[in-house]
């Protein structure tokens, strides 16, 4: 059963930063594009961040591009959002997400993910 667990997340003020991360349960990590999401109140889940399996290929959503960057430590089967210059806005829940179907790629959409972390919440004042 893969699992995964994200971890990082709380109240910050605007302009303050936050890490995220990610721990996939299983060896198989490394042949998985994991990529993160978020979901704010009375919203639809939204695409933020990707990373194909070896780390060469990512991709951003544009409000987030130039704030946020992600990483992955395929030692560790960890996937890390490194967030800064935070806004009110970008309150949500963040969900840690991960594929194997095609771990070349960098998918945007939450159809195409099967594994699904509990989430975590992120909360940025004004």
């Known amino acids: 059963q893969v699992q995964l667990v994200e971890s990082g997340g709380g109240l910050v003020q605007a302009g303050g930063s936050l890490r995220l991360s990610c721990v996939l349960s299983?060896?198989?990590?490394?042949?998985?594009?994991m990529a993160w999401f978020r979901q704010a109140p009375a919203k639809e889940r939204e695409f933020v961040a990707a990373?194909?399996?070896?780390?060469?290929?990512?991709a951003y959503a544009e409000s987030v591009k130039g704030r946020f960057t992600i990483s992955r430590d395929p030692a560790k089967n960890t996937c890390d959002l490194q967030m800064t210059s935070l806004e009110p806005e970008d309150t949500a829940i963040y969900y840690c997400?991960?594929?194997?179907?095609?771990?070349?790629?960098?998918?945007?959409?939450?159809?195409?993910?099967?594994?699904w972390g509990q989430g975590t919440q992120v909360t940025v004042s004004s």
């Open positions: 997400a991960a594929d194997r179907r095609q771990p070349w790629a960098t998918p945007m959409t939450t159809h195409e993910y099967f594994y």
């Open positions: 299983q060896h198989t990590a490394g042949t998985s594009v």
């Open positions: 990373i194909n399996w070896n780390g060469g290929k990512l």
